[in-house]
């Protein structure tokens, strides 16, 4: 992945976070919160990724420059933080079930996702055979919903709190 390719799609998922923003009706401190999660995830995602080629479960080429994993750190962080705005929606609407289903769904759909990516890009990512890094990429999805969701709630309290801006 290159430096443009990175900032690009930085930029790409900055525009589907603010859409999420709006039609989520965050509040300041929400949106916050959010970033406070997508900022715990991106280390989570780092390090996830870099066991991942340790294991050889994958292979995700990074360039070990500070400049290209700051990048690389930051469009991580940002293209996760709109699902901690849907999934505060969803536990303040649903409870610990609704977020239970969804580290389901990103659990299941996660895999076909980066499977599709890796063989259209396969400069970015090239999984190994067999069973294991799919189990492995769909407990990733896993965490990084679950780890986000938690710091968003450390950071913003529990979703039943937040009150909703009226529709005037």
Not at 44 to 52: K, N, R, V, Y
Not at 147 to 165: F, N, Q, S, Y
């Amino acid at each position: 992945m290159t430096t443009q390719q990175i900032i690009l799609i930085t930029c790409l998922y900055f525009a589907a976070l603010l859409v999420v923003i709006y039609f989520m009706r965050a509040t300041s401190r929400r949106v916050v919160a959010a970033f406070a999660g997508g900022a715990a995830v991106g280390l989570f995602g780092m390090g996830a990724i870099i066991l991942g080629n340790r294991l050889g479960l994958w292979r995700v080429p990074l360039v070990w420059t500070p400049q290209f994993l700051t990048l690389f750190y930051l469009g991580f962080a940002v293209s996760v933080t709109p699902i901690y705005l849907v999934t505060w929606r969803v536990v303040r609407r649903f409870g610990w079930r609704g977020l239970a289903v969804c580290l389901a769904i990103v659990a299941i759909i996660g895999p076909p996702r980066d499977y599709f990516y890796a063989a259209k890009f396969p400069e970015w990512m090239v999984f190994a055979p067999g069973v294991a890094p799919i189990l492995a990429d769909g407990v990733t999805y896993a965490g990084i919903v679950l780890i986000g969701h938690a710091v968003m709630r450390l950071v913003g309290g529990p979703a039943r709190e937040d009150r909703l801006r009226n529709k005037s």
